[in-house]
């Protein structure tokens, strides 16, 4: 069974910094591309970050990027998201979620759609 | 960067009901479009992607159709468990991935 499960949330400061990180199992972890997705208080949801399966693509929303840094290590099978400068629109319940498809085998069948979602982690920035 | 905008915003049924739900896309993303179900508290759920392939596990009653830029999600007979807020999300052209602003399917 695959399983996302995201950690690291919490309340901070403006321009204060937080590490989320996302342990997965149930899969072949290095297989595939994971991204972020946020969702703020009451409202809909935004894509912010994509890392290919090797971690050798990298892309950001316009609205985090040069301030959040995506990352992953295949061998630990985890994901991670180092925030810096943050501000109060970046409050949200933050989900890692893998794509549709994958790049093992030689070839890569992945599609940008989010076939598999971890539970959340809310990060809350207010003084 | 390519808008989705669904509607309507809220769609008010009974079960048994047939829910038709729009996506429009702001320019031509050919098949490339995929729909969520989010019910209160759990995370998002793919239900369809390329516009009319279901996912695994998901029930018969869930259907997509469209292409270019008008798509729409069809739940034929509603269960009690259908009510939620469903998204649209487009992968044609990015970064950035893109999601519509959401369709709440409440009970009547």
């Known amino acids: 069974e695959v399983q996302l499960v995201e950690s690291g949330g919490g309340l901070v400061k403006p321009g204060g910094s937080l590490r989320l990180s996302c342990a997965a199992s149930g899969f072949t972890f290095s297989y595939y591309n994971m991204n972020w997705v946020r969702q703020a208080p009451g409202k809909g949801l935004e894509w912010v970050s994509s890392i290919s399966s090797s971690g050798s693509s990298i892309y950001y929303a316009d609205s985090v990027k040069g301030r959040f840094t995506i990352s992953r290590d295949n061998a630990k099978n985890s994901l991670y998201f180092q925030m810096n400068s943050l501000r109060a629109e970046d409050t949200a319940v933050y989900y890692c979620?893998?794509?549709?498809?994958?790049?093992?085998?030689?070839?890569?069948?992945?599609?940008?759609?989010?076939?598999?979602w971890g539970q959340g982690t809310l990060v809350s920035v207010s003084s | 960067e390519i808008v989705l905008t669904q509607s309507p915003a809220t769609l008010s049924l009974s079960p048994g009901d047939r829910a038709t739900l729009s996506c429009r896309a702001s320019q031509s993303i050919r098949s490339y479009l995929a729909w969520y179900q989010q019910r209160p508290g759990q995370a998002p759920r793919l239900l369809i992607y390329?516009?009319?392939n279901r996912a695994t596990g998901i029930p018969a009653r869930f259907s997509g159709s469209g292409s270019g830029t008008d798509f729409t999600l069809t739940i034929s007979t509603l269960e009690p468990e259908d009510f939620a807020v469903y998204y649209c999300?487009?992968?044609?052209?990015?970064?950035?991935?893109?999601f519509g602003g959401g369709t709440k399917v409440e009970m009547k």
């Open positions: 999300q487009q992968r044609s052209n990015w970064p950035p991935l893109t």
């Open positions: 390329d516009a009319s």
């Open positions: 979620a893998r794509e549709l498809g994958d790049c093992g085998g030689g070839s890569c069948s992945s599609a940008e759609y989010f076939q598999h």
